[in-house]
């Protein structure tokens, strides 16, 4: 990239970013310092656009151009393997739409949501510095190593860049993030599904749908995309309507009326079934369904915050934040707040995407920027929004929705005095309307995040689209949500079963064999039995379960996250860019200070509610002195254990974490002493014959 | 102006035939004939099923 792409070059577009970059600077200064009763919204998106825009202007250009050094004329895989499927040269804004619909999923909307029990400031502050600094660089330098390796993946890159140490850490990491995300994202599920007949009847209807979008794609007229989506979202939005009249109808609503613990086995048997039945039945028809309905409802939501502008009314900061002791999830701003955002500001898992799946696609090197980076910057914003649907709700019902019921009480009075002395008032007979209003019994002790951001989003729009409706956008937002959690989990249980296959076959052979059906029941078994125990745990949990697997979901991403972050950085160095490694070194570093600190605070705190160890000794203690109510000491045993080895799981994500970035250092320091080091595995210089201005759509 | 419209239309329109797939199996139609003329292509339900199978085997959505 020539000097010259560096600076604005004529005054007028010097001007323009110096107000972008002053605009962007007053809403962030605005928001840290307002004090009062309430901030609008939009100084939210203003100040998050602004930082986008310069960051995406300035530094990511200049990534580009000075430590990536990209090379518009070198011929990318897509360009040298061109295959006609999953290597193929496409238009920069197809790419841009296929890297976002992929990496967009249900954690930047789910963990921000989480995050405001701390108050609005920390996670916000968090999602921009995060993105701009950590996430789009991360997910654009691994783009950019991957597309010079023939779009090798994540794993690979570790293995023949690091060594073999490297590889097996990044192959098990992946591995085990997958198991306690889909465990998480489960438990989010049957928080917003259980005792709700609606939800759950519209969610079970959203099965035979797939289906037959499915049967109608590849049997009655196949490929046709389009119009078998358009056809499955009419009958998804039947089924939102069908949801209501179940609910309204006596004699059937009892059907649907389910407690967690049969939601969680509905999750694990379904992901069982999806895993195993062929991708195109029900799988790959989901997908199309549930990223047609992600896009259209981030663009409604964001439509609708500027159209109604509302009020954030969540405080700045909440007591939370220094006592540590915030009701969904134990712990303090330092280092939970970082644990916790989790994907809205930096993803370990993007790295999975970006490397191996999209460089197949990129015409051109010079797109990275745009692809890696800004798509990575939507999503931030994401998080934004889910930031203010969260805010935008009354503390008090923001609070009374999310906390426990082992927090706060079974009953709504107690819940709603504890939360009212938090400093939160809200009242049982506004829990009760609201309820109504959404067409739920009732809506305390709801963890997890979903069903809080449903209504936040629902009076959003019912607040821009008039007030009506109010319980048919709180349907359709959880539908929407459960939708593609459920594509992240099989999807995630079917990549997951693969992974176990090739980990599993280093020790006995017969069981890699991916085109062998009993192999694959067996593995998918196994691989779901693992995620669903630590649902099952999550379930039985008196602390709501969020307060355990979520610390433990934000760690594995990041110790994802700083495995990428090592490999990059190790390639800079190889690459003689040892004076810019920092630009992947500073997001690696903080990481690296942040999940171990939460690694060892989630293990080793002396408050039960925070380390596990402690958690497990404390509820052995009570159960041997028999203190605990029947109920509680039946399940206490299985606690016991499942808190044990959370800890572990812990302890080993900080384990591998430092191996990487030991091997990392140590290869560095033997590169710089002039020792022999695994060369770069950059493939050769292609020069390419595509115009890349007429990779445009062209049928 | 209208021809304007209908061309912003028909780009819109051919964006997201390509951004969603629906339009990739002409497209290879499109890179058989050249790359591999001569050789029977697949039909548009085997292209269809094979594809979904491969993106299916890796990560292609995240969390």
Not at chain 1, 10 to 37: D, N, Q, Y
Not at chain 1, 46 to 62: D, G, K, Q, S
Not at chain 1, 241 to 269: K, L, P, Q, T
Not at chain 1, 279 to 306: C, E
Request: aromatic share 10%; charged share 15%; hydrophobic share 50%.
């Amino acid at each position: 990239m020539p000097q010259a792409a560096l600076m604005p070059r004529t005054t007028p577009s010097k001007l323009i970013w110096l107000a972008i970059a002053v605009g962007g600077a007053s809403a962030i200064g605005g928001i840290a310092l307002h004090r009062g009763e309430s901030i609008n919204a939009i100084w939210f998106v203003a100040a998050a656009i602004c930082t986008y825009l310069v960051a995406y202007r300035f530094y990511a250009a200049w990534i580009c151009a000075r430590v990536l050094v990209l090379d518009e004329t070198r011929a990318t895989p897509a360009e040298r393997f061109n295959n006609g499927r999953d290597f193929v040269p496409t238009n920069r804004w197809v790419t841009f739409g296929h890297h976002f619909a992929a990496i967009a999923g249900p954690g930047p909307l789910i963990g921000p949501t989480l995050a405001m029990q701390f108050g609005y400031l920390p996670g916000t502050l968090w999602i921009l510095a995060g993105a701009v600094l950590g996430g789009c660089v991360q997910d654009m330098v691994i783009m950019f190593c991957s597309t010079r390796r023939d779009g090798r993946s994540l794993g690979q890159m570790a293995r023949d860049e690091l060594g073999p140490l490297g590889g097996w850490a990044a192959m098990i990491g992946t591995m085990l993030i997958m198991l306690i995300l889909i465990a998480v994202l489960g438990l989010v599920i049957v928080n917003a599904m259980k005792h709700s007949p609606w939800a759950t009847s519209t969610v079970l209807g959203t099965i035979p749908v797939a289906m037959l979008i499915g049967i109608y794609m590849r049997g009655i007229r196949p490929g046709r995309v389009l119009e078998g989506s358009l056809i499955g979202i009419a009958l998804l939005l039947v089924c939102v309507i069908g949801g209501g009249w179940v609910d309204h109808n006596e004699a059937i609503r009892g059907m649907f009326d389910w407690s967690g613990e049969s939601v969680a086995w509905f999750v694990m048997i379904y992901g069982f079934a999806a895993a195993t039945l062929p991708v195109w039945l029900l799988l790959a028809p989901r997908d199309y369904l549930s990223t047609f309905l992600k896009l259209g409802v981030v663009f409604l939501l964001a439509a609708s915050i500027l159209i109604l502008a509302p009020e954030m009314k969540m405080p700045a900061f909440t007591q939370f934040a220094g006592n540590g002791m915030g009701p969904i999830f134990k712990g303090s701003l330092f280092p939970f707040v970082f644990i916790t955002v989790a994907c809205g500001a930096i993803s370990g898992f993007h790295a999975l995407v970006s490397s191996g799946t999209t460089p197949k696609l990129l015409a051109n090197e010079r797109d990275i920027r745009m692809i890696g980076y800004g798509s990575m910057a939507l999503e931030s914003l994401v998080g934004i929004m889910a930031v203010i649907a969260a805010c935008v709700l009354d503390p008090g019902v923001y609070f009374a929705i999310n906390s426990p019921a082992g927090v706060v009480g079974k009953e709504a009075t107690a819940a709603v005095q504890a939360i009212t002395q938090w400093g939160f008032p809200v009242t049982v007979d506004q829990m009760e309307a609201l309820a109504r209003e959404v067409g739920e019994k009732t809506l305390f002790a709801r963890t997890g995040g979903a069903p809080s951001l449903a209504v936040g989003m629902a009076t959003i729009f019912s607040g821009t689209f008039g007030n009506a409706l109010l319980s048919m956008w709180y349907h359709f937002a959880i539908m929407f949500e459960v939708l593609f959690i459920l594509t992240t989990l099989d999807a995630g249980t079917r990549v997951g079963r693969f992974m176990l296959q090739d980990i599993l076959k280093h020790f006995w052979k017969p069981i890699g064999d991916v085109s062998s059906y009993p192999m694959t029941v067996a593995a998918s078994f196994v691989f779901v039995a693992a995620w669903g125990y630590f649902l099952w745990q999550g379930v039985k949990d008196p602390l709501g379960g969020v307060n355990i697997l979520w610390p433990l979901f934000g760690i594995s991403n990041q110790l994802l996250a700083g495995i990428a972050l090592s490999v990059a950085t190790g390639i800079l160095v190889k690459m003689g860019k040892a004076k810019y490694a920092w630009v992947t070194g500073l997001p690696l570093t903080w990481l690296a200070i942040i999940c171990t600190s939460a690694s060892v605070e989630k293990v080793f705190s002396p408050n039960p509610a925070i380390g596990f160890l402690s958690g497990a000794a404390s509820l052995a203690e009570k159960l041997a002195a028999g203190t605990l109510p029947p109920e509680r000491a039946a399940v206490a045993p299985q606690l016991i254990v499942g808190q044990q080895i959370d800890a572990a799981l812990a302890l080993f994500f900080a384990v591998v974490l430092w191996i990487v970035i030991i091997d990392m250092l140590r290869m560095s320091l033997r590169m710089r002493a002039g020792k022999p080091v695994p060369p770069l595995s950059e493939a050769g210089y292609v020069r390419t014959t595509l115009d890349p201005d007429l990779v445009a759509v062209s049928h | 102006m209208r021809t304007k419209l209908n061309g912003l239309a028909g780009g819109l329109w051919r964006y997201l035939r390509e951004a969603t797939g629906d339009d990739a199996y002409e497209r290879y139609l499109d890179h058989h004939r050249a790359a591999h003329a001569g050789e029977a292509p697949l039909t548009r339900a085997q292209y269809y099923t094979k594809r979904q199978q491969e993106k299916w085997s890796g990560i292609t959505r995240c969390c």
